[in-house]
């Protein structure tokens, strides 16, 4: 296909058109021929400006409100769980200091009655659950946080019962050697018998050997008490009751003993002494 030749154009419209530019630039120069035109289009310029300004703003404006709306929603949110966590907090204290002030007035009850001279109460640290719900060895540790000088070998209750015995002080516990540990003895009496039970190495059982006219009239349910033999737990209190008996001879019987307090459920143990 041919290339077309590019058309002619003469000079003289190329001069035409040049005075015909400085003509007007002079005219609007000196006597300022276009101002109407000019003002017209700076006015429709600035018209369009403002214009376009006001929904910007307005949308800023939106934005922002929007914004702090959200903020504000979760801010109130953010105060409400915090509100709700404290009145939590506040029923939880509230529930655990008046179930320490009736354990308290329990144990002090049962001190009036008793005769017996003080109890020191502490609060449970720790148990050591492995060994308690799979072996031999029972033993659980109180808070001494005032590193009270405890002797060895005083009577521990939990909230009905006798649990154990002090037996060793580590700097800010105590220790205690629960009924249930094998290494444990425990002079008991039921109507028909006294013995001293030992731990059977199993959470909340401890047994003993009796003789067979005296398991005769033993009976599965009867309660156990303390005997006061050996001057260290006081008598007659409910420490379990009889939940088997087990010929082992002609002569002997074990009888097995489920104790009435379990230390799992405690938080407040009293040494009395």
Do not use: W
Not at 68 to 81: G, S, V, W
Not at 109 to 119: D, E, H, P, V, Y
């Amino acid at each position: 296909m041919a290339r077309s030749a590019p058309s002619y154009i003469p000079i003289r419209n190329y001069l035409i058109g040049f005075f015909l530019s400085a003509l007007i630039l002079f005219a609007d120069i000196r006597f300022d021929s276009f101002a109407s035109i000019k003002g017209f289009f700076r006015a429709s310029a600035l018209y369009l400006q403002l214009a376009s300004n006001v929904p910007l703003n307005q949308l800023n404006k939106i934005t922002s409100t929007f914004s702090e709306k959200i903020a504000i929603t979760q801010e109130n949110n953010y105060l409400k769980q915090e509100i709700i966590k404290l009145q939590t907090k506040a029923m939880i204290e509230q529930k655990m200091f008046s179930t320490q002030i009736d354990r308290i007035n329990s144990y002090e009850n049962k001190l009036n009655t008793l005769g017996m001279k003080s109890i020191s109460l502490f609060e449970i640290a720790s148990i050591d659950l492995k060994n308690y719900l799979c072996c031999s060895s029972h033993k659980l540790f109180l808070n001494n946080p005032d590193k009270k000088s405890i002797s060895t070998n005083l009577p521990v209750m939990a909230k009905e019962s006798y649990v154990g015995q002090t037996r060793k002080n580590h700097m800010n516990f105590i220790e205690v050697i629960l009924f249930s540990d094998a290494e444990h003895l425990l002079p008991i009496k039921s109507p028909s018998f006294f013995c001293n039970a030992r731990g059977r190495g199993k959470p909340l059982m401890i047994s003993c050997v009796v003789n067979t006219e005296e398991s005769a009239l033993t009976n599965v349910n009867d309660s156990i008490f303390t005997s006061g033999l050996g001057g260290v737990f006081m008598p007659n209190i409910k420490v379990g009751e009889i939940i088997e008996i087990n010929p082992l001879s002609i002569d002997e019987s074990e009888v097995i003993i489920k104790l009435i307090d379990d230390p799992l459920e405690q938080t407040l143990f009293g040494i009395v002494g």
